[in-house]
């Protein structure tokens, strides 16, 4: 089983930064893709930004300019670094890693238990 556990949130003024940490850990042969996605409330979940184990990273319009994600590989973690934050930004952030399967070419999708951020005006 894959566990990912992730940090970082809380409360913040308009204008302000944060730093989201996810830290996978279990039984994992590897990891392809990493990533953040956010839900607010009475929306849809949304990608935010992935990353790949090459450090390729896609972020959504939103968080071009303002948001940088980064890992270690050799801590199976992933970062989110967020910056100038708006209060439409407030949601609740879950971490994702593409865990790869042993002896196979395909992954399982794990997701972290969300994390609370919340941007005041």
């Known amino acids: 089983q894959v566990q990912l556990v992730e940090s970082g949130g809380g409360l913040v003024q308009a204008g302000g930064s944060l730093r989201l940490s996810c830290a996978a850990s279990g039984n994992i042969f590897g990891i392809n893709a990493m990533g953040w996605y956010r839900q607010a409330p009475g929306k849809q979940r949304e990608l935010v930004a992935t990353i790949t184990t090459g450090g390729i990273t896609n972020y959504a319009d939103s968080a071009k300019g303002r948001f940088t994600i980064s890992r270690d590989n050799g801590k199976n973690t992933v970062y989110l670094q967020m910056s100038s934050l708006k209060p439409e930004d407030t949601a609740v952030y879950y971490c994702?890693?593409?865990?790869?399967?042993?002896?196979?070419?395909?992954?399982?999708?794990?997701w972290g238990q969300g994390t609370q951020v919340t941007v005041s005006s």
């Open positions: 994702k890693a593409d865990v790869r399967r042993p002896f196979s070419g395909t992954t399982n999708p794990y």
